[in-house]
């Protein structure tokens, strides 16, 4: 069984920002965590609208910051400020499918189509700092193309340290089921990425030869579920969780913002529980921090201290 510094919290956009990533560290303190992939075009110019690119990391713990972009000189510009603000190591984002990312800016996914403007970034970013540098990337474009084990020997030309592997093509998106590849003879440690929900799938990346596992959509609305993995217990009332996690939020984005950026958290947080149904329906017409808050108690049954 793998130990809690090999089992990682994958990047999810739009979800592990700082506050999710404050709430999954009080859970899991000993854990790798992946920051939300940030734009090495916004970071370098600094874009005020975007508060990911002022994040510090020094008090993270083991945290990696993710980045995506095609420019190897923006890249290394970007690592460079996320190694500055604190960031342990530098994730290179090489799996993004949306076609935003991945066909539009040639950036995310589109890397495993053109192994040689990939290489030009890992050692551009290589060679700009001197923290570890992974890169996470996906089996391949679609099935026609599993090449996974070419760019991966790139990387590791690189100089590259380790890899999370995703077990989907991109042409998958994240339908059907992830298929996890034999990586023992891999010239670099492999991360194991895809619907990584148990015991038993921990158990079979790691027959597989892989170094760690890394938990994605397992965690939406289960910040525990790193620990809970490792055999941590499921906290006893989640909604005072829920309400921490709300607080987080509120401090980091304002509460007008933290009220709408919440309301997919709160979902995920009530998934499969009675009445879940309903308490979606109302959280979504919310627009008051304070009402928010209420709705939350009553539905866990906890008490609100305002």
């Not at 009530?270 to 539905?299: A, M, Q, Y």
Request: proline share 4%; hydrophobic share 45%.
């Amino acid at each position: 069984m793998f130990s809690n510094n090999q089992i990682f919290a994958a990047p999810l956009a739009g979800v592990t920002d700082r506050p999710f990533r404050r709430i999954i560290r009080e859970f899991s303190p000993e854990n790798p965590l992946v920051t939300e992939m940030i734009s090495c075009h916004s970071l370098v110019a600094a874009h005020k609208n975007c508060l990911r690119n002022f994040d510090r990391y020094d008090d993270e713990g083991q945290i990696g910051a993710q980045i995506f972009g095609a420019d190897a000189t923006l890249m290394a510009e970007a690592a460079k400020i996320l190694q500055d603000a604190g960031a342990k190591w530098i994730d290179i984002n090489m799996g993004c499918p949306v076609p935003k990312v991945a066909t539009r800016a040639n950036a995310g996914a589109y890397l495993m189509r053109n192994h040689k403007l990939a290489g030009e970034i890992m050692s551009a970013v290589v060679r700009a700092v001197q923290i570890p540098v992974s890169i996470k990337t996906r089996l391949g474009w679609d099935d026609k193309h599993i090449d996974w084990l070419n760019l991966i020997n790139v990387a590791a030309g690189c100089g590259v340290q380790f890899a999370a592997l995703h077990g989907r093509t991109r042409a998958q998106l994240y339908l059907g089921n992830a298929v996890l590849p034999d990586v023992h003879d891999a010239p670099i440690p492999i991360i194991a990425n895809g619907d990584i929900r148990n015991t038993s799938d921990v158990a079979h990346a790691e027959s597989l030869g892989y170094a760690g596992v890394m938990i994605g959509r397992g965690l939406l609305g289960r910040p525990w579920a790193l620990s809970e993995i490792a055999g941590g217990a499921v906290p006893d009332n989640i909604g005072l969780v829920v309400l921490k996690h709300l607080e987080y939020t509120i401090e980091y984005y304002g509460a007008r913002s933290a009220v709408m950026m919440f309301r997919k958290h709160a979902a995920w947080y009530s998934s499969g529980l009675p009445n879940s149904s309903e308490f979606r329906v109302r959280v979504n017409s919310i627009t008051d921090v304070n009402d928010l808050k209420r709705e939350i108690c009553e539905f866990w049954g906890c008490e609100l201290n305002m």
